[in-house]
Structures are given as structure tokens and as C-alpha cells.
């Protein structure tokens, strides 16, 4: 019956090689009105995300965000972008690298991979917009492999927030940390104690 809806029912999309929550209506309706709250921007996204270096403090990064100019396949902070809005805070710091809650406040294509790299704190492991990870000066060859070997962006959509679409009851669920995140932070965190 999906197969009927659009994008297969689809709502809340993820980028590849991101980890976590989605959204899938099963109905038209349900659809329309996840839609509408998207649109609306009442739908909570958070995520988390180990991104290179120690930022100091929490913020907001406020960019449009629009094709890259060259590179077709990625995006770019650009003028004539689309408004995009994204708020992080710092969770921890860990030789070299912060983990970040982020919270978006629009829904660009990679929007929280491009605002990263646009602050200059690219996200861990993103082999589009530059994250490739530099180990801690001290670091073990335990750590310096298991950060070049991460498959992936180290981007994980921990927590959705919504209206049900029938009852107009507000729900909210949560994943635990995807586990090949959760094993690079605990040997970062192992080398932060060292």
C-alpha cells in the first residue's frame, strides 16, 4: 500500500550513510499532515555528531544553502541558497574533536554536513565536505585506526518529535546511539583520559 503514497511514504528523510530515525506515513492523510508539520517546522529533529576539532561553545549557524557551485553532486553555503538554520551544542570534547547535539530548524539537502564544514568543524568520516579525520598528536595506532577506518559521516538522527496525525497527540521517540558511533566515542574518550 505504500507504493501508492508519495516517495513511498517517506517523510522525514536521512542522508546516505547517516544512522537513526525517519519518518514513514502509511496513509495520504498521515502523509499530508507530516508534510504540513515539516513545512510548518514543528517536527523536533535532533541528532548527534562528532565533528573535527574543539568548539568552544554551542551557537546557531544561519546560511543559505544551495547547489555548489562546481561540484553538482554536494551543497554549499551559497548567497542565493535557500534559507537554512541549524543549532548545535557542545555534549563533550574529546582530543581533538567535540560531539555536538545538533537541532535543525529547516531541512536543507546535508544540511547539518554543510554548516559543519562551513563553521570550519567538518563532521568526522564526511568524504564530501571534508571531515576526514587528523588522530590527536599522542594518539595510539588503535586510535589513529579505528578513526581512519570509520565508514561513514559520524552523523546519527537520535531524537523525533511530532503530532500524530490522527489524534493530534504529540509523540517522541528516541534510538540509542548507532553502536559504530558509539565504539569510536568510547575509544576517543579512552584516549582523552590517557
Known amino acids: 500500500s505504500l507504493a501508492r503514497l508519495p516517495r513511498c511514504g517517506i517523510v522525514h528523510r536521512l542522508d546516505k550513510d547517516t544512522s537513526g530515525l525517519l519518518v514513514v506515513a502509511k496513509t495520504l492523510p498521515a502523509h499530508k499532515s507530516l508534510i504540513e508539520q515539516l513545512q510548518a517546522r514543528t517536527v523536533r529533529r535532533e541528532y548527534r555528531t562528532l565533528v573535527v576539532g574543539e568548539l568552544v561553545s554551542g551557537g546557531r549557524v544561519d546560511a543559505p544553502i544551495g547547489r555548489h557551485p562546481t561540484r553538482r553532486t554536494a551543497m554549499a553555503v551559497v548567497s542565493d541558497g535557500r534559507s537554512a538554520v541549524t543549532d548545535y551544542r557542545v555534549l563533550r570534547r574529546l582530543a581533538g574533536y567535540s560531539l555536538l547535539e545538533v537541532h535543525l530548524q529547516t531541512g536543507r539537502t546535508h544540511q547539518i554536513r554543510v554548516h559543519m564544514a562551513h563553521i570550519r ?4 568520516g564526511d568524504p564530501l565536505y571534508g571531515g576526514r579525520p587528523r588522530p590527536p ?55 582523552d583520559v590517557e
Open 137 to 191: 598528536r599522542a594518539a595510539s595506532p588503535e586510535l589513529v585506526a579505528a578513526l581512519m577506518a570509520f565508514p561513514r559521516q559520524a552523523l546519527h538522527a537520535i531524537r523525533l518529535g511530532l503530532m500524530h496525525p490522527a489524534s493530534g497527540e504529540p509523540m517522541q521517540w528516541e534510538v540509542p546511539m548507532a553502536a559504530d558511533m558509539a565504539h569510536l566515542l568510547e575509544r576517543l574518550e579512552a584516549a
Open 121 to 124: 568543524h567538518p563532521i568526522v
